[in-house]
């Protein structure tokens, strides 16, 4: 089986740490942060902080285990050499038909949102029309042409969306922290409680973080592509974490310091609370600029979401696990990409955008039921996922001393358990629906894994 070339350098790899964390949440789920806390910024501030500290928890442990381990290319092989090959390729299956393709085809919509906004497209409370879910298609189609078609170009992609999308989030956290405590607007808003007590708490509050703060995971899926991988795939976690961390949080105290709670909480499109704090703080003409920028930071998130998706079939295949194994782990010798892998991860992701467009724009009124927000729980079961490779390497790598073997790895079992806990409770019966779907998945691919094991058994 063909392996991919190295080719991506440490700043390249913590671009696409940052730059898929960073990008489409902080600005789509601010709101939903605040709503969730009936505007109670302190709370707010310490759900994003909360979240934080669990990325990076868990960041730091899959550093750890990618030094004591080495040659790991996917998120996949941090589950089988941690636990087992079976285990593994449950974890291949998640990353492979629900995890990659369903946050790619959620960013994607953010993608056509902001697009949308800047163009005029798409207004009111609700923007899930058919605008934006043409252009999170047509975003979506061509970013995987680039990725398949000119690799390297998709890399320099990354590193200059990343760049670019600093620039909104640092002026909007810098200047509005300012201006929020010389006008007043920042100490009214910590004061401010909403009336309307619908909100989930910190623990719901906690969960919608977790879609901000994922991503940083997906560079694991191109650890065979790094250079140096033992030492850049490591620090590029740690590294890219933490700078999402700050941001954030800045970020977030910024943007209470540049809009009124009640404002955020009135229940506009997220898109356009971030037009007008922009243009409360820096005028119309300026926010449109920002804004612009904001779709440019929100395809750079996409295109390192369709990088990473383009290769979970391959980290399957190159383990000898999933159907069309050959076909899956073909590498172009002229491009050095999984074509295959590629088209395959692009069709899943369609199909769960058509699922995304359904479950938006479809009430409940009309007799169809979509149950559970592809947006957040399946990010959930990663942490569900993490358990048993903490678990295995407090057990198995005893060379290593009490903080990176005990400590840090048991708080990233409570961390874990506390983000499911937190689905729960947003949740409810909808996590349920998820998780029924997700057993079916996982069930239905390991039939077919055993059946395919049967079928080359016989042939022997």
Not at 11 to 21: D, F, K, N, Q, R
């Amino acid at each position: 089986m063909q392996e991919l070339k190295p080719k991506y350098n440490l700043l390249t790899a913590i671009c696409l740490v940052v730059g898929i964390v960073i990008g489409t949440g902080v600005f789509f789920k601010a709101g939903d942060v605040l709503g969730s806390v009936n505007g109670n910024l302190s709370l707010s501030i310490l759900a994003w902080i909360i979240g934080g500290l669990i990325m990076l928890i868990a960041s730091y442990n899959f550093a750890n285990i990618s030094v004591s381990y080495g040659n790991i290319h996917s998120m996949t092989d941090f589950a089988r050499l941690t636990v087992s090959k079976k285990y593994g390729f449950i974890v291949g299956i998640f990353a492979k038909y629900i995890y990659f393709p369903s946050m790619t085809s959620t960013v994607s919509f953010v993608v056509g949102m902001y697009f949308c906004q800047v163009f005029k497209l798409t207004s009111g409370p609700f923007p899930f029309n058919g605008y934006v879910f043409l252009f999170a298609f047509i975003f979506l189609t061509i970013l995987a042409l680039l990725n398949i078609l000119a690799p390297m170009i998709a890399s320099k992609l990354q590193i200059s969306t990343t760049i670019i999308k600093m620039i909104p989030l640092i002026l909007m956290g810098g200047v509005g922290l300012i201006v929020g405590l010389s006008n007043g607007t920042l100490t009214e808003n910590f004061n401010y409680v909403s009336s309307s007590n619908i909100g989930s708490g910190l623990l719901g509050a906690v969960c919608v973080t977790a879609f901000s703060y994922e991503g940083w995971i997906c560079a694991t899926n191109i650890g065979g592509e790094i250079k140096n991988r033992n030492r850049n795939l490591p620090l590029a976690l740690i590294i890219g974490t933490a700078i999402v961390m700050f941001i954030y949080i800045i970020y977030n105290i910024g943007l209470s310091g540049a809009i009124a709670s009640d404002e955020i909480l009135s229940g506009i499109p997220a898109s356009e609370s971030v037009r007008l704090a922009f243009k409360y703080l820096f005028g119309e003409a300026f926010a449109s600029i920002l804004i612009i920028i904001v779709v440019i930071s929100a395809i750079g998130t996409l295109n390192g979401l369709v990088i990473a998706n383009s290769r979970s079939a391959y980290a399957l295949a190159i383990n000898g696990q999933g159907i069309f194994q050959k076909s899956m782990g073909e590498i172009s010798k002229k491009k050095d990409v999984p074509i295959v892998s590629s088209i395959f991860g692009y069709i899943v992701t369609l199909l769960w955008l058509a699922y995304y467009y359904l479950s938006q724009t479809n009430s409940k009124a009309n007799g169809i039921g979509f149950p559970f927000d592809s947006s957040e729980l399946p990010i959930i079961t990663t942490y569900l996922l993490y358990i048993p490779m903490f678990i295995s390497f407090m057990i198995n790598k005893r060379e290593y001393g009490t903080f990176k073997r005990i400590i840090m790895p048991s708080l990233g079992v409570i961390s874990a358990g506390f983000m499911i806990f937190a689905a729960c409770y947003r949740h409810r019966i909808n996590t349920i629906y998820y998780l029924i779907f997700f057993l079916v998945i996982i069930g239905l691919a390991c039939l077919v894994e055993f059946l395919r094991v049967y079928r080359d058994q016989k042939r022997i």
